[in-house]
């Protein structure tokens, strides 16, 4: 039985509490088992319209928020709220300032849902080529990282603020890597 059914007709911009929300999105991931059917980009889509639709104000996803402790001053604090094999959801908690340095998620699509705040959001592209020289003449300082002593070249896909109930999506292959920061 759907969790936000409403005298069975169901609604494809309803608001949905949590567990219609977990309900849809498990019906979603399972489609990774079919390649027939299968594609990461409509699937992400699909995903970021699913997180745009709960609802931040429902008890369950409230009951995350109020168990915010910063045990870890200057870094986002993390928390699991669900896990199945196909699919986790995080609870990334920000206080202003804090910053999640340029990194990759490998073989994985994310949608990032801003619950409350604002936060930063850069998503980049891996260039193929390596970077040469030291970096000096880069020119714009968002195209290199350096990485220890490796150095690549990225490109940013995009750049935007996120506010409450705002989504940022990335797939395997197109927006991989991301900065967040809380403003």
Request: hydrophobic residues 35%; negative net charge.
């Amino acid at each position: 039985k759907d969790a936000n059914a409403n005298r069975g007709h169901k609604r494809s911009d309803e608001v949905l509490n949590w567990d219609a929300f977990l309900e849809k999105t498990t019906a979603e991931a399972k489609k990774q088992l079919d390649p027939k059917v299968w594609s990461e980009p409509a699937y992400v889509k699909r995903a970021a319209a699913l997180a745009k639709r709960l609802n931040l104000k429902d008890p369950a996803v409230l009951d995350f928020f109020a168990g915010y402790e910063n045990a870890n001053p200057e870094f986002p604090e993390f928390e699991k709220m669900h896990r199945e094999k196909l699919f986790e959801i995080s609870l990334v908690q920000f206080d202003e300032g804090e910053v999640i340095a340029h990194h990759d998620h490998p073989e994985m699509t994310v949608v990032l849902l801003c619950g409350k705040g604002k936060l930063s959001v850069e998503n980049f592209d891996l260039l193929e080529e390596e970077a040469e020289g030291d970096g000096s003449d880069c020119g714009d300082e968002a195209a290199a990282e350096v990485k220890e002593d490796d150095r690549v070249l990225l490109k940013r896909s995009g750049k935007a603020t996120l506010k409450r109930g705002d989504v940022s999506t990335l797939t395997s292959k197109k927006s991989n890597i991301h900065r967040v920061s809380a403003k």
